[in-house]
T-cell receptor
Framework: DSGVTQTPKHLITATGQRVTLRCSPR?????VYWYQQSLDQGLQFLIQ???????AKGNILERFSAQQFPDLHSELNLSSLELGDSALYFC????????????FGPGTRLTVT | AQKITQTQPGMFVQEKEAVTLDCTYD???????LFWYKQPSSGEMIFLIY??????QNATEGRYSLNFQKARKSANLVISASQLGDSAMYFC??????????????FGKGTLLTVNP
């Protein structure tokens, strides 16, 4: 158990809908990273938050947004969902300093029908 | 831009034998880090081992070791005494700086390892 929690574990929704994925980092970790794993794109970095502030963006679509709250949990919001958004979404956390490890949560498997 | 290449889409190994999973990388940075993660069929990403570019010794963690050849830009994972539970997808990843001392991970496409009894 990495100490990172993600809910829900599975999510099935229809095209055009909006969903919210939730992540709680390890105790003490200030950085949260979101990754998307799909069959065609592999594992890709989406966005990073550090202590409530957005710090870096990767290959994140404009339909996607995220935030990190004062208690350091993070939410990834996906809107106007398309079939191609079906993927496994991972949250990872790290201390945010000179730390070599990112600890991954179990992931949320999103299926868009 | 950094790039991770895993040339073996799938590998088979007999139980109790050793197996090497290949990873080559491309970077112009002098300071970088390389990771291996295991992803079983259940989907979670499990950290296995880390090698820093300035580490003089090859990293080892139990049955896992990393064969780091800096000049060749390779960071192969060696699993000794394979077990049935080692059957999984294995990803090589590189640490890429984002800002300050924070970084993102850039992943290879993975190698699916199957351990046969």
């Amino acid at each position: 158990d990495s100490g990172v929690t993600q809910t829900p574990k599975h999510l099935i929704t229809a095209t055009g809908q909006r969903v919210t994925l939730r992540c709680s980092p390890r105790s003490g970790d200030l950085s949260v990273y979101w990754y998307q794993q799909s069959l065609d794109q592999g594992l890709q970095f989406l966005i990073q938050y550090y202590n409530g502030e957005e710090r870096a963006k990767g290959n994140i679509l404009e339909r996607f947004s995220a935030q990190q709250f004062p208690d350091l949990h993070s939410e990834l919001n996906l809107s106007s969902l398309e079939l191609g958004d079906s993927a496994l979404y991972f949250c990872a956390s790290s201390l945010g300093g000179p730390s070599y490890e990112q600890y991954f949560g179990p992931g949320t498997r999103l299926t868009v029908t | 831009a950094q790039k991770i290449t895993q040339t073996q889409p799938g590998m088979f190994v007999q139980e109790k034998e050793a197996v090497t999973l290949d990873c080559t990388y491309d970077t112009s940075d002098q300071s970088y880090g390389l990771f291996w993660y295991k992803q079983p069929s259940s989907g979670e990403m499990i950290f296995l081992i880390y090698q820093g570019s300035y580490d003089e010794q090859n990293a080892t963690e139990g049955r896992y070791s990393l064969n780091f050849q800096k000049a060749r830009k390779s960071a192969n994972l060696v699993i000794s005494a394979s077990q049935l539970g080692d059957s999984a997808m294995y990803f090589c990843a590189m640490r890429e700086p984002i800002w300050g001392s924070n970084y993102k991970l850039t992943f290879g496409k993975g190698t699916l390892l199957t351990v046969n009894p």
